[in-house]
């Protein structure tokens, strides 16, 4: 019989999830799949069997398994579906303060080039109620819910949506603050939460910087190459199909490195004025939030 996973963690996006993944699959005890962000829970319809999902697990036959997909927490319905598929699973929130969440995620759409074409953060959001309308929205977008930026920073809705199926024990709710500077008591709080050994010891590291790209043009063209590009490379490279593929894969991550800006500190911030001015729209949520797990975020407001 394959393993199934016990524990989910649920997002919010650009909140840490894939450092914490990172850091609990290194725990001898814990087996999380190298394959991120599997969605399995997101859909009534899942774009994979049951079985294929749990395939994901096989080399965990010893360990407790879990996984790590950030949009199950904005979802309207993997809180039920986690539930039906296992009642007793633990759940792992991770938060953010909103505008800082929003400007980061704004900027892994643009780097992940499939849904956002807008460069400028503050037109990206006065975008939402056209693209709400169905106007404005990028041919290449492949999900245009991912551009309803404000849906993914409604936390109080969204968490009172898991606690409608799971006790409050079986949520653990970590804030980035915290996870980014007390890394080491956060994990073994999550250790302890998910009940192995929590003296456990490694290292941590900076996961998942924030990047750019140096030239969309190149996105477009390693991202969507043009067909008759690739008829041309047919002929000029008479290589077998499994060849020519890998060799297309090598290309398309030496541009996409090439093409990659890690930005600096400062470039990582939106600049305060802009910040607290956004902010003011999402101070009723952040009393809501602070009320509903019982915790002072006032350090949040600028």
């Known amino acids: 019989m394959l393993k199934q996973p016990s524990f989910f963690i649920v997002g919010a996006p650009k909140s840490g999830t894939t450092a914490l993944c990172k850091y609990l699959s290194r ?12 969605r399995y ?6 774009v994979f069997t049951l079985e294929k999902y749990l395939n994901f697990f096989r080399d965990g036959q010893k360990m407790i398994c879990g996984e790590g997909t950030p949009s199950y927490l904005r979802s309207e319905t993997a809180a039920a579906r986690i539930y039906e598929f ?29 849904s956002e074409d807008e460069t400028d953060f ?9 693209r709400r309308a169905g106007r404005c929205i990028p041919e290449k977008c492949s999900n245009v819910e991912k551009l309803f930026y404000r849906n993914v920073v409604q936390f109080t ?8 199926y799971f006790d ?62 690739l008829e041309i490379g047919k002929y000029f490279i008479p290589l077998p199909q499994e060849q ?15 093409n990659k800006q890690v930005l600096s500190k400062d470039e990582k911030k939106l600049p305060i004025d ?15 939030l602070s009320q509903l797990i019982d915790r002072d975020l006032s350090h949040w407001l600028l």
């Open 274 to 288: 802009i910040h607290k001015a956004l902010q003011q729209e999402f101070i009723p949520e952040i009393q809501q």
């Open 86 to 114: 296992n009642p007793e699973a633990k759940i792992i929130i991770m938060l953010r303060e909103p505008v800082a969440l929003l400007y980061s995620f704004h900027a892994q759409l643009l780097w992940d080039g499939s």
């Open 41 to 46: 829970f997101n859909s009534n319809d899942p």
């Open 244 to 258: 020519r593929r890998e060799l297309l894969k090598k290309i398309k991550d030496y541009l996409k490195k090439t």
């Open 157 to 164: 809705a969204q968490i009172k949506r898991y606690l409608r």
């Open 27 to 38: 725990h001898p005890q814990i087996f999380i799949p190298a394959e991120k962000e599997l």
């Open 168 to 229: 409050k024990s079986k949520i653990h709710i970590i804030i980035f603050d915290d996870f980014v500077n007390k890394t080491d008591e956060s994990y073994r709080e999550v250790l302890r939460f998910l009940e192995v050994e929590y003296s456990f010891t490694t290292t941590f590291n900076s996961t998942n910087s924030r990047k750019k790209v140096r030239s969309y043009f190149l996105q477009d063209l390693y991202k969507r190459p043009p067909a008759k590009l």
């Open 122 to 130: 503050l037109k990206a959001l006065n975008l939402e109620n056209e």
